[in-house]
């Protein structure tokens, strides 16, 4: 049952900001801009907290066997931990309980309209004037409010990058994010393209649930197992930090004990160094590479009724595509000019502060391998702190408002990553979270 909400009170508001969207990452806004005393109002489409991880909302991406791919202690909010009872690596549906449990615990439901789609979001004048929010709600009807800026947290994977292919497929044909159950999958022949994090788990559903599958891959992967030596494979190490090179060397050999040659199985080698792409964290796709229960093919070249031609001159048939090609990042409500948007993402200092405005911000446009849901509590406590600072005019405030405006920083520690869309937003974890929290410091907080 959803929780009793309170409702949010319309009429001038050009006191509050507005915050789209009540996921993780706008949970922890939520959260800090209480805390720094900051008025908000909170909008969610929705009818309650936990975003995509809640697999019964709207744009929800999610599927039955979906678990985390990154341990609970590495991912937690470090003053929220989940409970004892909860597994290593937790189901979606217990994401969402814990997700539900945090906006309890700090009481931030009445903060929300749910139900409420943001349909445009404009400033007012000059810069620092305001916004104009017109959103829908449950009802049907349209509201329009001025806010004293905007903070987007509507998440990075809603939108599906779907690919075109040459020729007509006479078979089904679907994206991951219309994927929901292993049942889809009886009695097919199935081909997944894309061997992501989502398209290895997707792919051992079909090997179950199917009547055969394959994959197709356009480039190689790093593969990690979920455990080392009985423990979740990301938390171990890091007490000590290593230059990436030794970094590289080390983490390589140990998966190569651990992993083996993922090439006997099939695979193409991947073509970048390890951790200049995300590695895949799977314990099962290679065991069934291995066991004959799985076919890799090399990228599509054509497609012709139900038989699918590959990029080396093979071919076979299939009943259905599930395309898990990932997603793109979408903020419909707002131009993009308004972002800064270059290429595939928006440029914004340290992922999240627009270089020219204080009252307009993005939030969780962020990725790094184990960054977890603190490091993005700390995104948001930095610009809490910031917005703060500008209101009591802070030499903390000053200084990052200085910086921000003198050139796009990404924080990605000299790595270069592969440039792909969904790598537009990827940064250096170490590099990332060392920036953020020195602000915060900076910024009056605790963090070192």
Not at 32 to 55: K, Y
Not at 158 to 163: C, D, K, V, W, Y
Not at 290 to 310: E, M, S
Not at 405 to 423: D, P, V
Request: net charge negative; proline share 4%; glycine share 10%.
């Amino acid at each position: 049952m959803s929780e009793q909400r309170d409702a949010v009170p319309r009429g001038s508001a050009t006191e509050k900001y507005a915050l789209i969207g009540a996921g993780p990452m706008g949970l922890a806004m939520a959260k800090v801009l209480r805390e720094q005393g900051i008025a908000f109002q909170g909008f969610e489409l929705n009818s309650d907290v936990g975003g995509l991880w809640d697999i019964d909302a709207p744009h929800s991406t999610m599927y039955e066997t979906a678990h985390l791919i990154s341990s609970k202690s590495m991912t937690e909010f470090s003053d929220f931990p989940m409970r004892a009872d909860v597994a290593e690596y937790p189901s979606h549906r217990e994401m969402r309980s814990y997700f539900r449990d945090f906006a309890r615990h700090y009481d931030l439901y009445r903060g929300y309209s749910f139900n409420s789609e943001v349909l445009s979001c404009e400033p007012v004048g000059e810069a620092g004037a305001g916004w104009q929010l017109r959103w829908r709600d449950g009802d049907g009807a349209e509201h329009s409010d001025v806010f004293a800026g905007v903070l987007i947290a509507n998440g990075t994977l809603a939108e599906p990058n779907i690919p075109s292919f040459k020729g007509d497929f006479s078979g089904e044909m679907i994206h991951s994010a219309q994927y929901r159950d292993p049942r889809q999958f009886a009695d097919k022949r199935v081909l997944i393209v894309g061997a992501g994090n989502s398209g290895c788990d997707i792919a051992v559903d079909a090997i179950h649930h199917g009547a055969s599958c394959d994959i197709s891959m356009r480039r190689g992967y790093y593969f990690v197992p979920k455990y080392v030596f009985g423990k979740p494979a990301d938390t171990m190490g890091g007490l000590i930090q290593l230059p990436m090179w030794l970094k590289r060397r080390i983490d390589g050999m140990i998966l190569k004990w651990f992993v083996g040659d993922p090439q006997k199985y099939g695979f193409p080698k991947p073509d970048y160094a390890l951790y200049e792409s995300h590695p895949v964290v799977n314990s099962l796709i290679l065991f069934h590479a291995g066991h004959g229960d799985l076919n890799v093919r090399p990228d599509i070249d054509r497609l012709d009724g139900k038989t699918v031609h590959f990029s080396d001159g093979s071919s076979a048939d299939y009943d259905m595509i599930l395309t898990a090609t990932g997603y793109l990042l979408h903020y419909p409500f707002i131009d993009k000019e308004l972002l800064n948007w270059q290429g595939s993402a928006p440029h914004l200092y340290l992922n999240c502060m627009h270089p020219n405005r204080d009252d307009l911000f993005v939030l969780g446009m962020v990725e790094a391998s184990g960054l977890g849901w603190q490091g993005r509590h700390e995104q948001a406590e930095m610009v809490a702190r910031y917005l703060k600072g500008l209101q009591s005019g802070s030499a903390g405030a000053q200084r990052l408002k200085e910086e921000k405006s003198a050139g796009f920083e990404r924080a990605t520690g000299g790595m270069q990553y592969l440039k792909l869309a969904r790598m537009a937003y990827y940064v250096d974890k170490a590099t990332y979270r060392k920036a953020v929290t020195g602000w915060i410091k900076a910024l009056g907080g605790r963090a070192a």
